[in-house]
């Protein structure tokens, strides 16, 4: 095996060719070839699962590292890999800026709110600009993005009394999230009351009235 291939061997024309030592007129060439750096290991890697507005820390691994000058676009795929459309570009959003270097093997991402997102048929591609057909790296099996829910009311702070009625309310972000259940902790969330205080609730229907408060 050629194990000590390096960058000063890139060529998009390489040839090998054989010569027996001591015969001059003996060589044999093989057919033309190309010698690049490389892409693997693209998280996610599949079987993850995350939310709309949670951040994703795609990551690749690059070899040579450091590989300089080269760049690197991403891209996500909703139907398994069978299509990364150019509306579904990660890269301008990167945290770490619209150039993203290839030997930099990271880009944070954090997941918009757009049309058919929320799928369990998510993968992420990774290529090199200019060698995009040569260097690229997939999610090896899908993952999954769901839609989100975020609590409004009551806000931080604000006092509800025993016996009173009150509005619980929330936020959703993408689809597919169905019904919901509502629970009650006494202490900041370290536990939980068994006895929900609603579930079946629809996720599209808040605010929830909690009427009245019970006392215990």
């Known amino acids: 095996n ?6 000063a061997h890139e060529s ?8 027996v030592p001591g015969d001059a007129d003996y060589t044999a060439q093989g057919q033309q070839f ?10 996610p890697s ?5 939310a709309i507005g949670d951040t994703v820390p795609i990551a690749w691994t690059v070899t040579p590292n450091p590989w300089t000058g080269k760049n690197v676009d991403v891209f996500y795929s ?9 509306a579904n570009a990660i890269t301008p959003s990167c945290t770490q800026g619209p150039i993203v270097a290839a030997d930099g093997q990271a880009c944070t991402w954090t997941i918009p709110n757009v049309a058919g997102i929320v799928t369990n048929k998510v993968r992420i591609r990774v290529r090199v600009i200019g060698q995009e057909a040569d260097v690229n790296a997939k999610s090896g099996t899908d993952f999954t993005i769901k839609g989100n829910v ?3 009311s009551p806000a931080a702070g ?12 929330w936020t959703t972000l993408g689809s597919g999230l169905g019904t919901l259940k509502i629970v009650y902790s006494r202490d900041s969330g370290s536990s939980y009351q068994a006895t929900p205080i609603v579930t079946g609730w629809a996720v599209t229907s808040s ?6 408060i019970p006392g215990s």
């Open 46 to 50: 599949g079987g993850q699962a995350y």
């Open 158 to 169: 604000v006092l509800w009394g025993v016996g009173t009625g009150q509005s619980i309310g």
């Open 78 to 86: 909703t139907d398994s890999g069978s299509s990364y459309p150019p």
């Open 150 to 152: 975020t609590l409004t």
């Open 34 to 43: 190309k010698v690049t750096g490389n892409l693997t290991s693209v998280f």
């Open 207 to 212: 605010p929830y009235p909690w009427d009245p």
């Open 12 to 19: 998009s024309s390489a040839k090998l060719e054989i010569r």
């Open 2 to 7: 050629w194990t000590s291939i390096t960058t």
